[in-house]
């Protein structure tokens, strides 16, 4: 892959409303909107692991599918606004009032804006957004690292949490039978049961933490050792037992593999 | 010589008035909270926040859509996109009609107003820059604060049972796990005594909004085309649906069997929604699933009382177990319960027994029949048998995060202590304000 970036030649900041991004590979959520070298993706295996074998193109499709069901607007209806006012109090409420501009313009240059803080030189030392987004990712199906990182290992003394505080509502874990602490079964020891009290300084900084980008917040994939995707008939709902040989779809018995032959099976 | 105005400067800028809004993507909720009287849900009004075009291309704003008898192909201009307000052009214009004319709104002077605005977690810095900039220089409003949603619900009493918690206290609550199953996505958000931990915030893609839009593509791909009847289509989510406490189960009841075993569907799940026809009846309504009629269909008459059947089978609940699987679409996030773990495993382990143990539940999906149940089942299966779990819907789920507004509004010390006044951002500008917000900087 050829590298290309942009050099440094003058102190100027890059002009806002574009940007460089480094090409992450496949994509599929940008795949839905914006397709590209269509006969090479088509046959090349979906990079998402499912758990369920799908093509790039199914996985297009599902992708296709997911971002027509989170739409917020119909894009055909254009719903003009009745006696409309086209006086505006400031320069910046006119530029507001008049952006045509849709959500995904926006997450879309909230991404850019990122990435170029990541990559300009001399924002690292004031641990930008992106430096935020790390440990999200590194979240997504390994929760158990990652807790961790944020709590000591060993526990110093087990105490219940804290109840200075104004409302304590937090009840306390039950006090396991002193006569249990002292056996060797590991799964029976009182030090892992009870967590270690409550470090203020790391709360005080987990509270002051800066909200993270709306990409980030986002809840990551099911883990790894869970339920194999579910699969359902296209035709009736019922679980899809029987993969169509021509389009891939799924569905339950005869019955329904009639009704999807004669309707809605999409190749021929 | 004293600076121009400077007599104005002397009197309170908090006004004695405040306008709480909760501006959700599907309906805001509006009303006024004063130093007088304690807020209550019957303070709130919820107005469609939206504005709509119907068959007879008439246009409807926000509440005019009360008056609307019929929903047919209905189309919905939504100036609010995934939470976050977008198109400006469209909310002023509701805004406008709602509260700042006299007639029919609720006819606020915004230059003698506080405003409480919620707001969804994660909003782009743009876009709240862009609000603050509308409601200071566009509407004028004396006073301001913007907070995301879930805050603000710190400001309400736990709806837990009475004897855990008798005090009302403003006092947010040590630990709160916030769950906001909303429109336009669930997000879990933990507090710890009021203020969101920001890097524990999580949001599913799931919400009202793609469960309604769900349920249309089933219904149009099984059996009739409904792919513009979105208003049809909620009204029968919000009628039929439920979750379902033991899926596989409710599936083969509702299986109408292979050719050679032609089985009995369990007619408690099946039912028949009776569409209206906008011009007898503007509602439909449910009743149990009658293969005879369903036949018969098209026997009826040509003139004279004809009705429309769809029959809802599994859709009833296939279509919110996506709140709690959304893989069964090819979705790549885990469900409603391993994302409230996911959230918590940010947080210190001993913070984590508390949220458990304060676990509230808001936002217009857990009204939907079995949700709590099975939310708690699940959630008892994810976490170790030593830790309680507690969990309960606040009593009115779609008002609570705007009571919570309206209680802190009440309270004029908290009021004064966070809003913005009008001069304050006009000397420093809308980057201040935006980090002032955000909890950055020092007024």
């Known amino acids: ?45 979906g990079a998402v692991p499912t758990g369920v074998e799908l093509s790039a193109r199914q996985l297009t499709a599902v992708q296709r599918r997911i971002a027509e069901l989170e739409r917020d607007n119909d894009a055909r209806s254009g719903i003009e606004i009745p006696n ?21 313009h926006w997450l879309d240059d909230e991404d850019a804006l990122l990435t170029n803080k990541a990559q300009a030189p001399g924002a690292g030392a004031r641990a930008p957004a992106g430096r935020v987004i790390k440990p999200v990712i590194g979240a997504r199906g390994r929760r158990g690292t990652l807790t961790a990182t944020t709590v000591p290992s060993t526990p110093v003394q087990p105490s219940t949490p804290a109840t200075n505080t104004p409302r304590a509502l937090t009840p306390s874990v039950p ?24 470090d203020m300084e790391k709360l005080e900084a987990l509270l002051a933490a800066p909200p993270l980008p709306y990409a980030a917040a986002r809840v990551g994939p099911p883990a790894a050792g869970g339920p194999p995707q579910r699969l359902f008939c296209d035709t009736c709902g019922y679980w899809g037992r029987v993969k169509c040989l021509k389009c891939g779809a799924r569905v339950c018995g005869l019955e329904c593999k009639g009704k999807h032959d004669q309707s809605m099976c999409t190749r021929f | 010589m004293p600076p121009k105005g400077w007599r104005k400067a002397a009197h309170d800028p908090v006004a004695t008035q405040t306008l709480v809004l909760d501006n959700g993507a599907c309906t805001l909720k509006a009303g006024f909270a004063s130093a007088a009287a304690a807020p209550s849900y019957d303070d709130c009004r919820i107005i469609p926040n ?69 707001e969804a977690p994660n909003c782009p810095v743009q876009l709240q820059k862009n609000c603050d900039e509308m409601v200071f220089e566009e509407f004028e409003f004396a006073t301001y604060y913007r907070s995301i949603g879930p805050a603000l619900n710190a400001y309400n009493d736990l709806p837990f049972s009475a004897s855990d918690s008798p005090e009302t206290s403003l006092l947010p609550p040590e630990c709160l796990l916030l769950i906001d199953t909303s429109y336009s996505h669930t997000t879990i958000t933990p507090l710890y005594n009021g ?81 209206p026809n906008y011009e007898h009846s503007a509602h439909g309504f449910a009743r149990p699933h009658d293969p005879i009629k369903a036949r018969r269909k098209l026997l009826q008459p040509l003139d004279g009382p004809r009705e429309d059947i769809l029959p809802v089978g599994n859709e009833r609940f296939a279509v919110p177990e996506l709140l709690f ?43 939907i029949k079995g949700f709590m149940e099975r939310l708690e089942t699940d959630l008892r299966q994810l976490t170790p048998s030593n830790i ?16 919570g507004g309206a209680r802190l509004a009440h309270d004029r010390d908290i009021l004064r202590s966070v809003v913005v006044t009008r001069a304050q951002y006009q000397e420093r500008g809308s980057t201040w304000l935006g980090k002032w917000f955000a909890g950055g900087d020092a007024k």
């Open chain 1, 1 to 45: 892959m050829p590298h290309i970036e942009v050099l440094p030649n003058t102190g100027a900041a890059p002009a806002p409303g574009w940007a460089y991004v480094p090409d992450t590979g496949y994509d599929p959520s940008k795949v839905a909107f914006n397709p590209k070298d269509r006969k090479r993706q088509a046959t090349r295996q």
């Open chain 1, 84 to 104: 409309k006012k086209t006086t505006f109090k400031t320069s910046a409420t006119k530029k507001i009032l008049m952006s045509a501009k849709e959500i995904r």
């Open chain 1, 175 to 198: 006090a396991f039978p002193s006569s249990v602490a002292g056996s060797q079964d590991k799964t029976l020891e009182i030090r892992t049961a009870v967590p270690a009290p409550l």
């Open chain 2, 50 to 118: 939206c504005i709509a075009k119907g068959r007879d291309k008439r246009v409807y704003i926000a509440s005019d859509l009360e008056k609307c008898t019929n929903f047919g192909e209905m189309a919905f201009r939504r100036p609010v996109e995934r939470g976050f307000i977008v198109n400006w052009e469209a909310e002023k214009a509701i805004w406008e009609h709602e509260f700042l004319e006299g007639k029919g709104g609720l006819g606020c002077d915004p230059k003698e107003t506080n405003l409480v605005l919620a």
């Open chain 2, 195 to 275: 203020r969101p931990i920001h890097s524990a915030i999580r949001r599913m893609s799931v919400g009202g909004k793609l469960l309604t839009n769900y349920l249309k593509e089933l219904s149009s791909t099984r059996h009739i085309n409904m792919l513009d009847e979105t208003y049809l289509l909620n009204e029968i989510k919000e009628a039929v649906s439920f979750v379902s406490p033991s899926f596989k189960t409710d599936l083969e009841r509702t299986w109408k069997g292979g050719l050679s075993d032609r089985r009995e569907v369990d007619p408690s799940i099946v039912l028949d929604y009776v569409l």
């Open chain 2, 325 to 367: 699987t959304p893989t069964d679409i090819g979705l790549q996030e885990a469900g409603l319960p391993e994302a409230i773990m996911q959230s918590l495993s940010v947080l210190p382990a001993a913070l984590q027994a508390g949220m458990l143990a304060n676990m509230v539940v808001v936002g217009g999906n857990s009204l």
């Open chain 2, 388 to 403: 309680p779990l507690r969990i309960a819907r606040a009593p009115d789920p779609i008002k609570h995060t705007w009571l």
